[in-house]
């Protein structure tokens, strides 16, 4: 079965940095858009960032951008996120998702994405 499988779950100050990787199984992942999105207790799941299928284009919420940076290893079947000068704002569960082909329009249409791991907590301490 396709499976997702996100890790790099972190505690850090403000500041600092983390780095998520989302591994797919049983999904090869180098002709899908793949999807970061994040979310608090009692909001909704927003797109922190996307990439395209070879990697091309990338997609940025304006709150991350110039501070987060996706990237994708397609021999791996991989997708990475590098958070720098994380802010107590950046507290999430962060998810990783897999759109069924290219990007959809906007990027950050959650029921675009046909899967989804099952997230990893990342904390910002200020």
């Known amino acids: 079965a396709a499976q997702l499988v996100e890790s790099g779950e972190g505690s850090v100050q403000a500041g600092g940095s983390l780095r998520l990787s989302c591994v797919s199984s049983?999904?090869?992942?180098?002709?899908?858009?793949m999807g970061w999105f994040r979310q608090t207790p009692g909001k909704e799941r927003d797109g922190v960032a996307a990439i395209s299928p070879d990697g091309s284009i990338t997609y940025y919420a304006d709150s991350v951008k110039g501070r987060f940076t996706i990237s994708r290893d397609n021999v791996k079947n991989s997708v990475y996120l590098q958070m720098n000068s994380l802010k107590p704002e950046d507290t999430a569960m962060y998810y990783c998702a897999s759109d069924l082909a290219s990007c959809p329009r906007p990027w950050s249409l959650k029921q675009a994405y046909a899967y989804w791991g099952r997230g990893t907590q990342v904390t910002v301490s200020s």
């Open positions: 049983g999904l090869p992942i180098s002709d899908r858009c």
